[in-house]
């Protein structure tokens, strides 16, 4: 895709229409894949993420196991489909390190002491990408270990804000994260206020910096509400078939 | 960024001294160790430091080469950054390809360099599309004593500013080599702060033992002008909101502190 | 000290579930004096204690569960067990056979093979070792016949249904021996396949409503209509 003209319009609206402070659409379906202990699926404007937890389970191979916890691993992976160039599949160096800064925006959610000398896996496969797939790939890791069972302290929702043409903007999409000036990716527990993951590129001041961070928790917590009801309506989608 | 197991009573005495604003070196909790930087120490390479940070020690070298540009920025030359966690700097390094720890090291390194553009990558092109320079930074860690982020970042500016590139001029698009050497265009000067968190409290500069105790680790990479240009959470903690503003402030004041150690302003 | 559910609603992980004087039940902890949800599931008010029925949980042994299992591995001391949690299970030679156990003589797969199923009892078990399980008690053995099905392991009480009555009733009107595991794991043997499949819908639909009330009944009735519509068939 080749760089636009403006990434933001006479009356400030940005590519697809939204407000500066507007998250893209957003979908989401708990518990979609029958084999894995718990799954969920995404879509947030383009993006179409898949994640599935398996677990807790005994590890493989054994010297990995802990003692006095569970391990949690994690694979983001993005489909060699999922962008206008095909993606080798091979984990590229990106998706390691992604791979990490997830695993450590979830671990602190999981009550993993509860289960010692176990693993429990989490696998994000994204089927199309758009901007902001980390984030995208965190808020559906988290509904699929609810769905598995997994005892958390909180769902962990994440969401980026950014700026582009000297505005800030929540929820940027590929092109706005490609041509515009920052880009501020956060995953949180918004129940009790603790930031799991944090990464910034670009350039902002101090100031902007920390509205940046402002706009993008105030995404989380819209996200956050509807993590609640896709889990919610797993369960009242039954009763209500019985109420019938 | 290891995991090998420190002593409970180690544990409870990091954690005590913090609450007291208190480090087990001595150093207040915004407090750097002592660093030391060498230029220019290889001679192969186009550019070179070592960092002294306390214990820690990393060293970087730069090479230029030519290369092809990417295809969607045909008219700038190529940074790469690969960081090598050498089995000889720690018990817990083991040979073999770069693990993620390694790969997260170079990332950040990388993106700092990168967001605020200390690299005039745009004078490094030599054909637009076609011929560029590839700068290669790699770090090399070659004693782990903790915060292995902010020493290679520091040891890459500083071996950045100590890189040479020959003289050449262009004859139907072959180089020639011409005498005399001009340093490479650097615009920027980003310098990476790293916090943990220990109970529930921030400190800066993290040794090993702290990092081998810490539930978090932040690093807020700043430029010249003061601006954050990269930030990195790591571990399998968590940081409040009132905690990452407060370390952007004290990333802001300590940076200013680092870069003159590099930089003669 | 406020709560902020109703009884029986449904929560999901870092709800807020009550503040102040309560005790932290199943499923839920505490910090300060905040009672949050770990796991989705319906919060229960009892007096000051505040739990979460899980509807999605998976199962951890406890010593005294009936469990079915499957063998995995054959040593020369015993077998390894898979019983449907994170741990797999250790089945002694010396439980099995009763005299002197001598491996050279006795070949352990000749007893139990691997894919064997088993109605196990939990004997041991604690966060440092894996769960022991042994069968030589009555009841307890392999089985060599019958539907295996996996139901949420939670599930298992509403299954059994006050004093019994939900699993006594489903027997009777299908006319099948149901073995429950603890563990989630269910056998079903009947006369006829149909009869197995018509248990197997009962139970699976159990599972599905078992937040819901009312629902013995349902079942029942539920069966009832199978059984009818079936003989229809048989006589057109």
């Known amino acids: ?244 | 960024m290891i995991s090998s197991i420190v002593s409970k009573v180690k544990q409870k005495q990091i954690a005590q001294l913090v609450a007291n604003r208190k480090r087990i070196d001595g150093r207040g909790l915004t407090d750097y160790r002592e660093i030391k930087v060498e230029a220019g120490i290889i001679e192969r390479a186009e550019g070179s430091a070592r960092v002294l940070l306390g214990k820690t020690q990393v060293l970087v070298g730069v090479k230029i080469d030519i290369g092809e540009p990417f295809s969607d920025i045909p008219d700038q030359g190529v940074l790469t950054v690969n960081a090598e966690l050498v089995p000889l700097a720690s018990p817990t390094f083991e040979p073999g390809p770069p693990d993620e720890n390694s790969i997260e090291l170079a990332r950040v390194v990388d993106r700092g360099i990168r967001e605020s553009k200390a690299i005039g990558l745009e004078d490094l092109c030599i054909t637009p599309g076609k011929k560029v320079f590839v700068v290669f930074i790699d770090v090399y860690v070659l004693n782990h004593d903790g915060n292995l982020i902010d020493a290679s970042a520091l040891a890459a500016l500083a071996a950045l500013l100590n890189t040479k590139m020959y003289n050449y001029e262009l004859k139907d698009d072959e180089i020639i080599r011409k005498p005399g050497y001009k340093p490479l265009p650097i615009r920027n000067y980003p310098i990476a702060i790293t916090f943990g968190k220990i109970n529930n409290q921030l400190i800066v500069d993290p040794w090993l033992e702290e990092e081998q105790v810490m539930d978090a680790r932040l690093t807020m990479t700043i430029d010249k002008e003061g601006n954050i240009c990269s930030i990195q959470k790591g571990g399998s903690g968590y940081f409040t909101t009132q905690q990452i503003l407060e370390a952007a402030k004290i990333a802001k004041e300590r940076a200013t502190e680092l870069r003159k150690l590099v930089v003669e302003t | 000290m406020p709560t902020f559910f109703e009884s029986k609603e449904l929560v999901t992980p870092g709800d807020l579930l009550a503040e102040g004087d309560y005790i932290a039940g199943e499923n839920t902890y505490q910090e300060d004096k905040k009672i949050f949800a770990e796991r989705i599931g319906l919060v229960e008010y009892d007096n000051r204690k505040v739990r979460v029925v899980a509807l999605r949980a998976f199962y951890i042994p406890r010593i005294g569960d009936v469990v079915i299992g499957m063998i995995t591995e054959v040593g020369f001391n015993g077998w390894e067990v898979d019983i449907n949690a994170p741990y797999t299970a250790i089945l002694r030679a010396s439980d099995v056979l009763e005299r002197g156990f001598r491996p050279q003589k006795n070949d352990l797969l000749s007893i139990l093979d691997i894919g064997d199923l088993v109605i196990a009892k939990v004997t041991a078990y604690d966060r440092g070792s894996n769960p022991v399980i042994k069968i030589s008690e009555p009841g307890l053995g392999k089985i060599s016949r019958g539907q295996l099905i996996k139901v949420t392991p939670t599930k298992i009480p509403r299954i059994i249904g006050r004093k019994g009555s939900m699993i006594s009733m489903i027997k009777r009107e299908t006319n099948c021996r149901i073995t429950l595991g603890q563990n989630g794991l269910i056998i079903i043997s009947g006369k006829t396949r149909e009869d197995e499949q018509l248990a197997i819908m009962a139970l699976r639909k159990v599972e599905d409503e078992s937040h819901t009330s009312g629902l013995t009944d349902r079942i029942a009735e539920m069966i009832r209509k199978e059984k009818e519509g079936r003989r229809k068939n048989v006589q057109t």
């Open chain 1, 1 to 244: 895709m080749s760089k636009p003209e403006k990434l933001l319009d006479k009356k400030g609206l940005r590519l697809d229409g939204r407000k500066l402070d507007e998250l893209r659409p957003i979908k989401m379906e708990v518990g979609v894949l029958s084999n894995a202990d718990g799954s969920a699926y995404l879509e947030q404007g383009k993006n179409k993420v898949l994640a599935a937890v398996y677990g807790p389970k005994e590890v493989h191979p054994k010297h990995l196991a802990l003692a006095d916890r569970a391990i949690l691993r994690c694979r983001y992976h993005m489909a060699p489909f999922s962008v206008e160039e095909r993606k080798s599949p091979a984990p590229s160096r990106r998706e390691i390190e992604l791979s990490k800064v997830i695993r450590e925006a979830l671990e602190p959610a999981v009550f993993l002491e509860y289960y010692p000398r176990t693993a429990i896996d989490v696998f994000i496969e994204i089927l199309q990408a758009d901007g902001g797939t980390r984030c995208a790939g965190i808020t559906t890791a988290a509904l699929a270990l609810a769905d598995a069972g997994v005892p958390m302290r909180d769902l962990v929702v994440a969401c980026a804000a950014g700026k582009i043409e000297g505005k800030l903007v929540l929820d940027l999409m590929d092109l706005e994260d490609k041509y515009g000036e920052a880009d501020v990716p956060l995953a949180m527990m918004p129940g009790i206020n603790a930031v799991t993951l944090l990464q910034m590129d670009g350039s902002l001041t101090l100031e902007e910096f920390q509205n940046a961070v402002k706009m993008a928790m105030e995404g989380c917590k819209q996200i956050y509400e509807e993590q609640k009801k896709a889990l919610r309506a797993r369960y009242i989608a039954i009763k209500e078939a019985i109420n019938e």
